[in-house]
T-cell receptor
Framework: GAGVSQSPSNKVTEKGKDVELRCDPI?????LYWYRQSLGQGLEFLIY????????KSGLPSDRFSAERTGGSVSTLTIQRTQQEDSAVYLC????????????FGPGTRLTVL | GQQLNQSPQSMFIQEGEDVSMNCTSS?????WLWYKQEPGEGPVLLIA?????ELTSNGRLTAQFGITRKDSFLNISASIPSDVGIYFC???????????FGTGTRLTVIP
C-alpha cells in the first residue's frame, strides 16, 4: 500500500517568504508527527497530532512555525517569514495510533532559504 | 530536550567486517529504536526494543536494550555494500509524545 508522502520534495525560497509543506499519512493512521533534520544532525521533534486531540506543539522552535491537520488526515506545516536557519529537511511520520506503534516516515521536504 | 549521544559519528569499514555503534541517553527510556536512513529517504525502522536487557536480531543486525535503560547498541555482522547509510538510534519514555533521536552514525562499506 501507499506509504507516507510529502510535497514538495524540494523547496527553495527567499528569506522572509512563507512556505507550506504538505504531508499525506498512511491511510488509517491516527498519529502524525513532524520532525526537522538539519545537516549532519538527528531528527528534532516539532509537533504531534493524535486523532482529534489538541496537538502537542512543544517542539515548535518559534511562533513562526504552525501546523494543521485537516479531517484527521493531511497535515500542513507552515513556516512564516522564513529565516536561513530554517533550512533543513522536514520529515513527516505517521503511526497507527500511539507513539509505541511503528512510525513510518515520508521522504521529507528539503527546504533551502536563501 | 533529551540528549542522545551516538557514537561513532562515522565509520569506514571493509566489506565482510562487523560493525558496532552505540547510543546513550541522559534519562531512562522505556523504548529504544534503531533506524537506517538512505539519501533522499526518510528513516526506516530496523529494530525496536521494549524491555531492559532485551536482545533482538533482524537478519545480520542485533540490538540490545541496556540494563540501565540509558543505553543501547547496534551490531551489524558481515557487512555488505548495501549497508551503507546513516544509522540513528531513537528512544522515548513513558508520557512522551515523540521520539528523541541520536545524531547518527554514517557507515561506509568499502567493497
Amino acid at each position: 500500500g501507499a506509504g507516507v508522502s510529502q510535497s514538495p520534495s524540494n523547496k527553495v525560497t527567499e528569506k522572509g517568504k512563507d512556505v507550506e509543506l504538505r504531508c499525506d499519512p498512511i491511510s488509517g493512521h491516527t498519529a502524525l508527527y513532524w520532525y526537522r533534520q538539519s545537516l549532519g544532525q538527528g531528527l528534532e521533534f516539532l509537533i504531534y497530532f493524535q486523532g482529534n486531540s489538541a496537538p502537542d506543539k512543544s517542539g515548535l522552535p518559534s511562533d513562526r512555525f504552525s501546523a494543521e491537520r485537516t479531517g484527521g488526515s493531511v497535515s500542513t506545516l507552515t513556516i512564516q517569514r522564513t529565516q536561513q536557519e530554517d533550512s533543513a529537511v522536514y520529515l513527516c511520520a505517521s503511526s497507527l495510533s500511539r507513539l509505541s506503534d511503528t512510525q513510518y516516515f515520508g521522504p521529507g521536504t528539503r527546504l533551502t532559504v536563501l | 530536550g533529551q540528549q542522545l549521544n551516538q557514537s561513532p559519528q562515522s565509520m569506514f569499514i571493509q566489506e565482510g567486517e562487523d560493525v558496532s555503534m552505540n547510543c546513550t541517553s541522559s534519562s531512562i527510556f522505556n523504548t529504544w529504536l534503531w533506524y537506517k536512513q538512505e539519501p533522499g529517504e526518510g528513516p526506516v525502522l530496523l529494530i525496536a526494543l521494549y524491555k531492559a536487557g532485551e536482545l533482538t536480531s533482524n537478519g545480520r543486525l542485533t540490538a540490545q536494550f541496556g540494563i540501565t535503560r540509558k543505553d543501547s547498541f547496534l551490531n551489524i555482522s558481515a557487512s555488505i555494500p548495501s549497508d551503507v547509510g546513516i544509522y540513528f538510534c531513537a528512544g522515548t519514555y513513558s508520557g512522551a509524545n515523540n521520539l528523541f533521536f541520536g545524531t547518527g552514525t554514517r557507515l561506509t562499506v568499502i567493497p
